[in-house]
């Protein structure tokens, strides 16, 4: 496999402030106006391509435009059906949405249900809340995860309190957390029926153009947890697109982390191309494809 350039944007949220898909949630996103605006300026500037045309490079069957663009959409939310497709259709465009592989029962992905008490309680409430619930060892890992990613250049308190969160104490952090999305917000089976998008919505962007791959179950970051538990989340998400269509199909790690054993893992489970979060726009391996934050842009 030669070295290829392209252009590959990321998008998470695409919102606006009480509209159907923020639903009072106060997470914020990318404006639909200012998606719609740079949609404009790439259809200009760039050969916009779909996944089935890098799949097709990347099997060698033909070759992208130097400058081809691939627009993708991470994590399967609402705002996918209810701002971003009806734009793409309109403009005749196709995305790739990576997202999770849920099953019944499900409630929200850990980083989501950060966003959500984020948004209602601020940072300094939210990390007081967990605190308050952690045990005495939990204390412990807290206060020297808190030190290392200080020590490593992090300074942001939301992102410190999300990195803790996520890795050293994800385990504990999956229960508190909704224990605090019942006591301050809702029903998380119910937030998040409404949070994702259904099988009729994905059945529906399917069929009009759009392609889907894969982003796991749970969402953890691939470099903080086994072989087996990242085999069981690339696992779920082949049979779950399998029942869109054939492979085979795209990746995009959660959180953009990865480690050794991924791209094995990947291909084991028919896949044949991955996306992480390093900002570049040529790549010499498909299982490392950079990507772009559209909402950076
Ligand atoms: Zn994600």
């Known amino acids: 496999m030669s070295a290829f350039s392209l252009t590959t944007l990321m998008y998470h949220y695409?919102?606006?402030?009480?509209?159907r898909a923020e639903a009072g949630s106060g997470i914020p996103g990318l404006a639909p106006a200012r998606f719609e605006a740079q949609l404009e300026y790439l259809a200009q500037h760039y050969t916009m391509i779909t996944w089935s045309d890098?799949?097709?490079?990347?099997?060698?069957?033909?070759?992208?435009?130097?400058?081809?663009?691939?627009?993708?959409?991470?994590?399967?939310?609402?705002?996918?059906?209810?701002?971003?497709?009806?734009?793409?259709?309109?403009?005749?465009?196709?995305?790739?949405?990576?997202?999770?592989?849920?099953?019944?029962?499900?409630?929200?992905?850990?980083?989501?249900k950060i966003h959500f008490l984020l948004a209602r309680l601020g940072v300094d409430d939210l990390r007081?809340?967990?605190?308050?619930?952690?045990?005495?060892?939990?204390?412990?890992?807290?206060?020297?995860?808190?030190?290392?990613?200080?020590?490593?250049?992090?300074?942001?308190?939301?992102?410190?309190?999300?990195?803790?969160?996520?890795?050293?104490?994800?385990v504990p952090a999956d229960t508190i957390?909704?224990?605090?999305?019942?006591?301050?917000?809702?029903?998380?089976?119910?937030?998040?029926?409404?949070?994702?998008?259904?099988?009729?919505q994905i059945a529906e962007m399917s069929a009009n153009g759009m392609h889907f791959g894969g982003h796991g179950r749970r969402h953890p970051w691939f470099d903080w947890v086994s072989a087996a538990e990242q085999a069981d989340e690339i696992g779920a998400s082949a049979a779950w697109l399998r029942t869109i269509g054939p492979g085979p199909f795209p990746f995009a790690y959660p959180y953009g982390g990865y480690n050794a054993d991924s791209a094995q893992l990947l291909r084991a489970h028919g896949f044949s191309a991955a996306f992480t979060t390093v900002v570049r726009v040529r790549h010499s391996d498909p299982f490392l494809i950079g990507r772009l934050d559209g909402e950076g842009l």
Not at 14 to 19: E, S, T
Not at 72 to 101: E, M, Q, W
């Open 14 to 19: 695409v919102r606006d402030p009480g509209d």
């Open 177 to 200: 957390l909704s224990e605090l999305i019942a006591e301050h917000i809702g029903d998380e089976a119910q937030i998040a029926g409404e949070y994702y998008l259904t099988s009729a």
């Open 128 to 170: 007081e809340t967990v605190w308050d619930h952690l045990k005495p060892a939990q204390r412990q890992i807290y206060t020297q995860a808190e030190a290392h990613y200080r020590a490593s250049g992090e300074k942001s308190a939301v992102e410190l309190l999300k990195s803790i969160l996520q890795r050293d104490l994800s």
């Open 54 to 112: 890098l799949q097709a490079d990347l099997l060698g069957q033909h070759s992208l435009a130097p400058n081809a663009c691939m627009l993708t959409f991470d994590d399967g939310t609402c705002d996918h059906y209810i701002n971003v497709f009806p734009i793409l259709r309109k403009r005749g465009l196709s995305g790739l949405f990576f997202a999770l592989a849920r099953q019944p029962g499900d409630g929200l992905a850990l980083g989501h």
